[in-house]
């Protein structure tokens, strides 16, 4: 859309940071938030005009979170419990995909068991799928995947709250009869998970979820070879 090449254009262009304040006080435009500058030494104004956009209570919380990352890069001592506790709250209602991406990485890059548990939940529940496998392929850059194996296992066995795709529909070419992008996705993680020296239980539950995708893997083609019969 429009707001879309907008953006491209500002970002293309690089805003300086007395240009975005500027902007934004005249205009209130909250897109241009999405371009916001990172600040420099002896920049207090900037940082205080930060500091004023992360704690807008009228704002999505996606466009604070641009603030606050940046305010989070500068000094993280002296934001982190602020930004942990903003992403905590207000993760899984940010109602912009992108927004939810991009959140649940940096919870998993604060990596704490609060941060943890909004993601666990986030895996099995955020309605988009596109927000899920984003996670997935975060735990695999990040090597966290043996710490979510419980909400893996319930992606597996498909009983995670229903989702539907945003930026897409369908599976890509070279999927297998019976495979989906989540069969594979999942299959990796498991297959990373297992070469890590783990306790017994650890490897007893990576092993039930790669039993688990291959049961599904098999019932999906079982029921796609009936549905050919019955043509």
């Known amino acids: ?35 916001l500058p990172a600040p420099e030494k002896g920049q207090d104004g900037y940082i205080l005009f930060l500091e004023q956009i992360s704690s807008g209570r ?17 000094d993280q001592e002296k934001y982190l419990t602020g930004y942990k506790e903003f992403l905590i709250k207000h ?3 940010t109602p912009d995909v992108l927004d939810r991406c991009f959140m649940n990485e940096a919870l998993l ?14 895996l099995v529940t955020d309605p988009i799928y596109d927000v899920r496998t984003s996670i997935l392929r975060d735990l695999k850059e990040l090597d966290l995947q043996h710490l979510f194996l419980d909400p893996i296992q319930v992606l597996a066995e498909e009983k995670a709250k229903e989702c539907r795709h945003y930026w897409h529909f369908g599976n890509g070419p070279g999927m297998d009869v019976g495979e989906t992008e989540m ?37 999906r083609r079982d029921a796609s070879g009936l549905r050919g019969l019955g043509r």
């Open 109 to 122: 890059k604060l990596g704490d068991e609060d941060c943890f548990a909004v993601v666990r939940r986030s």
């Open 58 to 74: 009228t704002l999505q919380a996606g466009y604070r979170f641009e603030a606050y990352k940046l305010l989070y890069e500068w």
């Open 1 to 35: 859309g429009l707001d879309h090449q907008v953006l491209v254009l500002l970002k293309r262009r690089g805003l300086t940071t007395q240009e975005v304040t500027h902007l934004y006080e005249r205009q209130q435009v909250p897109l241009l938030l999405r371009c």
């Open 183 to 219: 069969y594979h996705i999942l299959k990796g993680l498991l297959f990373v998970s297992n070469k890590r020296d783990l306790s017994e239980e650890t490897v007893q539950k990576i092993q039930h979820a790669r039993a688990t995708l291959e049961a599904k893997k098999q019932e």
């Open 91 to 93: 993760t899984e209602q």
